[in-house]
């Protein structure tokens, strides 16, 4: 899939407005993927792009399309992916519950032996029923608790270094944590209706890879054509 500039095919054509976006990338393979940028309350796709890697550039390049159009971004709801949020630095950030849980789940797994690990993912699938100060509290109780058991050090005996023997929990706790502060976002701006999650936008892609599917093995240029044709709307 050859990576192109966004142009007149990979854009709305709605009047210019504030808007709240659910950001994210897919790919189809190991080299080809697509980032779109879509309204969930519009339930439109705004902007998209062909790409071979996600970086925070190409989010980048795409606000600023968008916003050359004349639309303002009022808030966005991302995935979690490292360096994307500053390309929304100025902007109310919204981290996806369901991407949040995934993270907790690959470092602890879905049913984890460890008690302090049961109780932890406990906490994170609680994201959807708490506000910020409560499940602050909660982590804040959890660590407290199992602070200790955080340190305990493995010594290798070959090389004499050492390592903590719960790194995974310890990147899990760490992970809830530094994004403690991008969970309740669309608590603190209900006036803008952000969602909580990027599922507007996960949906549509699942739609868009299964409908590919079907038709695997045509030319990249049919592809993009057949993908401009399905997230851009019939006027």
């Not at 519950?97 to 932890?120: D, G």
């Amino acid at each position: 899939m050859k990576e192109v500039n966004v142009d007149d095919d990979k854009i709305i054509n709605i009047s210019p407005r504030s808007i709240v976006i659910v950001a994210d990338a897919t790919f189809f393979s190991r080299a080809e993927g697509l980032l779109i940028f879509r309204e969930p309350n519009l339930k439109q796709n705004l902007i998209w792009k062909e790409i071979h890697t996600e970086t925070a550039g190409q989010y980048q390049q795409l606000k600023i399309e968008l916003e050359s159009k004349g639309f303002v971004i009022n808030a966005v709801i991302l995935d979690g992916r490292p360096g994307v949020r500053e390309v929304f630095n100025n902007k109310p950030v919204q981290m996806c519950h369901f991407h949040q849980v995934a993270i907790i789940r690959r470092y602890l797994t879905s049913r984890p032996k460890l008690e302090a690990a049961q109780e932890l993912m406990i906490i994170a699938r609680q994201l959807t029923r708490s506000d910020e100060k409560y499940f602050s509290e909660l982590l804040i109780a959890w660590h407290n608790k199992w602070q200790e058991f955080l340190k305990e050090k493995t010594i290798n005996p070959f090389t004499g270094q050492w390592f903590f023997t719960h790194k995974r929990l310890r990147a899990a706790f760490r992970s809830l944590k530094n994004n403690l502060p991008y969970l309740f976002t669309y608590q603190k701006y209900p006036e803008l209706n952000i969602p909580n999650t990027t599922n507007s936008l996960d949906g549509y892609i699942t739609t868009l890879k299964n409908y590919l599917r079907i038709h695997r093995g045509i030319q990249p240029e049919k592809r993009t054509k057949i993908i401009n044709q399905i997230l851009k709307p019939i006027p």
